[in-house]
């Protein structure tokens, strides 16, 4: 099928600027500020780009802040969410843009945000700190809509490069409407874990999951044989890899399935450059790979290297090669419900491919055009993205 663009051409621009629009099923954005900045923005222009986005953050943040200040709780709750998808979005643009280091204060923007937010949620948001290997993430808990004295959990577990709201906006708000409570964090190589603490990805996605659901249990009002945890992105990776080895959880969603994240990484590779990776010669690898690179290029490498902690190009692109399922899918016990959105960009078919490993429990959820949910984590449809998720894990917990 081909790609019909709504927006931009280029796809950077095309996938943030829906993405930020389809935040606004459950208030994450403000419709029509979202629709006027693609007409201030030139395609490809990375500088205007994110200039845009970052004043409209400061906009939406000053409106928070003002509606604050004046009792205007539910008002400033919505404005701080528009605040962070605003300076989230801005992320994406601003290595390509005049002043990468501009990165980190926007970061903090969001974050803040993010924070100011949790007390105006109703019930509030709980920031939680989970032990994990002789420090702590950074957690906070969702408390959902039930009246049992042991409810359902949901770990939502991100990307490799989602925010926090993103967590609210794909699984918080749908499964506390639900009843479901629901339990995220900043893992090895996300968010506050990143920037602040210093800790980058890992393959092994199980030494991190393990230590959430340990705290989970802690916790009175979680029953424990209804723990169920979702991935989205890349998350669609580290959630199976972790099912495979920790069996405490019911069930399992990955948004889409990710078998090897490597494909997305050096299924770009020209053969030269492909040969000098299998060969292990890094210096003439990063030589030939930086050269050869346009500036976007660049911003796009420089992007998706931070989270893994490496400075040499060559040093990345051996690690991602050790995320892969292939040896370990066959290991997962509980039910998996799989997305399958029509037209997804980084890893096309391995929905299916990790669908076809599997021995568990299964089922491949579909999107496509006419559902207005292709594209790589339904950025368009959240509320059908909902209802066929949690549906599903309504029903798959019923047997539990």
């Known amino acids: 099928m081909t790609l019909q663009h709504y927006l931009f051409q280029d796809r950077?621009?095309?996938?943030?600027?829906?993405?930020?629009?389809?935040?606004?099923?459950?208030?994450?954005?403000n419709v029509g500020k979202v629709l006027y900045l693609t007409r201030q923005v030139k395609d490809g222009d990375f500088e205007g780009a994110f200039v845009a986005f970052k004043e409209a953050g400061d906009e939406?943040?000053?409106?928070?802040?003002?509606?604050?200040?004046?009792?205007?709780?539910e008002s400033a709750r919505q404005a701080y969410l528009w605040a962070q998808n605003f300076y989230d979005s801005a992320t994406y643009f601003v290595d390509g843009s005049r002043d990468p280091s501009r990165f980190l204060p926007t970061w903090e923007a969001l974050y803040d945000c993010w924070l100011k937010s949790l007390s105006l949620f109703d019930p509030p948001i709980e920031p939680v700190s989970i032990p994990y290997e002789g420090t702590t993430l950074h957690g906070f808990y969702m408390r959902g809509k039930h009246k049992e004295r042991r409810g359902p959990l949901l770990i939502l577990a991100n990307g490799s490069d989602?925010?926090?709201l993103d967590m609210w906006l794909w699984g918080g708000a749908g499964g506390t409407a639900r009843g479901y409570d629901c339990l995220t964090f900043d893992g090895p190589g996300q968010g506050y874990a990143l920037w602040k603490q210093k800790l980058y990805f890992r393959p092994d996605?199980?030494?991190v999951i393990?230590?959430?659901?340990?705290?989970?249990?802690?916790r009175p009002e979680v029953d424990p044989k209804r723990i169920a945890v979702q991935g989205i992105s890349q998350g669609g990776y580290w959630v199976p890899r972790a099912l495979a080895f920790e069996r405490r959880i019911a069930a399992g969603i990955a948004d889409p399935g990710v078998v090897d994240v490597s494909t997305s990484w050096t299924g770009i590779l020209p053969k030269p450059l492909l040969q000098l990776l299998k060969a292990g010669r890094k210096e003439e690898f990063d030589t030939y790979l930086l050269k050869a690179a346009t500036p976007t290029d660049r911003a796009t490498l420089n992007f998706r290297m931070r989270p893994f902690g490496?400075?040499?190009?060559?040093?990345?692109?051996?690690a991602v090669t050790g995320y892969n399922l292939h040896e370990v899918a066959r290991q997962i016990r509980c039910p998996l419900l799989i997305t399958s959105p029509v037209n997804e960009a980084y890893w096309p078919g391995q929905s299916k491919q990790l669908y076809d490993?599997?021995?568990?429990p299964k089922k491949l959820a579909e999107f496509s055009v006419?559902?207005?949910?292709?594209?790589?984590?339904?950025?368009?449809?959240?509320?059908?993205r909902d209802l066929r998720v949690f549906n599903w894990l309504d029903e798959t917990l019923k047997q539990v």
Do not use: M, N
Not at 13 to 29: D, K, N, P, Q, V
Not at 310 to 318: G, I, R, V
């Open 310 to 318: 490496f400075s040499s190009p060559f040093d990345t692109y051996k």
């Open 210 to 218: 393990t230590p959430v659901v340990d705290f989970a249990l802690s």
């Open 370 to 384: 006419e559902d207005g949910a292709d594209l790589h984590c339904e950025p368009k449809s959240t509320g059908i």
């Open 12 to 29: 950077t621009f095309e996938i943030i600027f829906l993405t930020s629009l389809g935040r606004a099923y459950h208030s994450g954005a």
């Open 357 to 360: 490993l599997l021995v568990c």
């Open 162 to 164: 989602g925010s926090l």
């Open 60 to 73: 939406a943040r000053t409106q928070a802040q003002e509606s604050l200040a004046g009792g205007h709780r």
């Open 205 to 207: 996605w199980e030494k």
